[in-house]
């Protein structure tokens, strides 16, 4: 269904070999590694990352790492599957992280530790003969890390003893040879070393590849991350601001004891799922940040932390809007949305077909596309953002055969709303 082809000016990118009809699954795929952010790790199963407080019984259930007594899991099952695996909380990592001093540290510096003492074990296992753990490693490897424009977030509170440099060598260093010591009390062999450039590689491919993965909403309404998982194939695919598919994942989605689960960490594979129907040859595109976050947000964000500049055909329209076009958007959007639901089927809006390069298409095919028709954006933002307050979730329809019938559901609150209810509330804002 999938191929992954070189896209000019934007790397690899991930393309439909066959029509996928809207609500399909594209990808499923396990996590290459998956790891806690520090500030939340207390709450969290630190192999498969479930919310403790999603179990029935969360008290009776967290299982302490029986070596560091620093981390839990959710279930002995997962316990032992993270001693088992070398990118997990195994004996090594925990040894690791144990002896590394994490003092004055930020909480961004500490996870990046987290990440840092997994790839350090895996090149270990590597090493030794692990061809699961060397494949591993390859697939880290492989992932894009374009020059930074700015510090990697473990960089942005200078480390003790810094002042107030916190450039991105000196933090490196600074993790780096804590890392060293840590690795050199615990008799890792030398294979398992990092030179600082290795070390800040690894860190700018975090940052580019790594799906930050939410915790549930806190009683205050605010959004925390919970970790931190990097893919091998998801990590190919590139934003767009007005995508094509969009990321859902379950990391709650039982509160069965993992023993009852098909296998410790089930809950953790990422699922994207088709928003339409895409023609055989279109890019997959998810967007990289909320749909309905505004242009300037947007760029900055594509720029500063992803390393290119958006040109997608949203972009391209909003950048020639004035301050009132903006400012009317809202009311006038409703309008635009409902003539262009009435002037196509929903359908040449839905899939801006005319946006995309064809197959083989170039700068300048791109370069010949104009941006995307006012009506259409509004009509994709009303369709496909949730309108839970607060949410900015994407919708998302139910994959054909769930036998729900025309449901769309957001990925971020799980909301629901079926395509007659929608038009129902366009016709109601008319
Ligand atoms: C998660 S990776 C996506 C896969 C990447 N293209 C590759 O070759 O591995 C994110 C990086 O892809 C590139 N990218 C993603 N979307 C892009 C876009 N719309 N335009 C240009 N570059 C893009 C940027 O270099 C970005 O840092």
Redesign the pocket.
């Known amino acids: 269904m999938l191929e992954v082809r070189e ?1 000019p ?5 991930v393309f439909a070999t066959r029509t996928i009809t809207g609500g399909e699954v594209v990808l499923r795929e396990p996590p290459l590694l998956l790891y806690p952010q520090q500030s939340t790790a207390a709450a969290f199963c630190s192999f498969c990352l479930r919310a403790f407080n999603s179990l029935e019984d969360s008290a009776a259930a967290v299982v302490p790492c029986g070596t560091c007594g620093r981390v839990g899991f959710c279930s002995s099952a997962c316990a032992a599957a993270a001693a088992a695996d070398v990118g997990s909380h195994c004996a090594a990592v925990c040894g690791l992280l144990a002896a590394c001093n994490t003092a004055g540290l930020s909480d961004e510096q500490q996870t990046a530790l987290q990440f840092l003492a997994r790839c350090c074990a895996l090149r270990q296992a590597a090493a030794a003969g692990d061809a699961a753990a060397a494949a591993r490693c390859a697939a880290i490897a492989g ?2 890390a ?1 020059p930074p424009l700015v510090p990697h977030p473990a960089e942005q509170q200078s480390a003790p003893g810094t002042g107030s440099n916190s450039s991105t060598d000196v933090v490196v260093r600074e993790l780096h040879g804590r890392l060293s010591h840590a690795l050199a009390a615990i008799g890792a062999g030398p294979a398992a070393a990092l030179s600082p450039a290795e070390a800040a590689e690894l860190l700018r491919k975090e940052a ?2 790594g799906y930050g993965v939410m915790a549930p909403s806190a009683p205050d309404g605010e959004r925390r991350i919970r970790g931190t998982a990097l893919y091998a194939q998801a ?6 601001c007005l995508p094509n598919v969009a990321r859902f994942d379950r990391f709650d989605a039982s509160s069965a004891p993992a023993s009852s689960a098909p296998h410790p960490g089930a809950n953790t594979a990422v699922e994207f799922r088709a928003l339409h129907d895409i023609p055989a040859g279109e890019e997959l ?1 998810q967007s ?1 940040f909320p749909l309905p976050w505004p242009l300037a947000d947007r760029q900055q964000r ?1 720029q500063e932390d ?7 055909p949203r972009c391209k329209e909003e950048a020639t809007w004035s301050d009132s076009e903006w400012e009317a958007d809202g009311d006038a959007g409703m309008e635009d949305a409902l003539a262009a639901e009435g002037a196509a089927d929903g359908a040449a809006c839905g899939h801006h077909s005319h946006q995309h390069d064809a197959p083989g298409g170039g700068p300048a095919a791109a370069e010949q596309e104009g941006g995307a028709d006012p009506a259409c954006i509004s009509l994709f933002l009303l369709k496909y953002v949730c309108p839970a307050e607060g949410c900015y979730g994407t919708l998302a329809p139910l994959p054909p055969g769930a036998g729900a019938g025309d449901q769309y559901e957001c990925n971020m609150c799980g909301r629901r709303r079926s395509e007659a209810e929608f038009m129902a509330e366009l016709e109601a804002a008319q």
Do not use: M
């Open positions: 896209v000016g934007k790397g690899r990118g992932l894009a374009p580019t590849n990590s190919l695919i590139n934003h767009e595109t990289y594509c992803y390393g290119f500049q958006c040109t997608c």
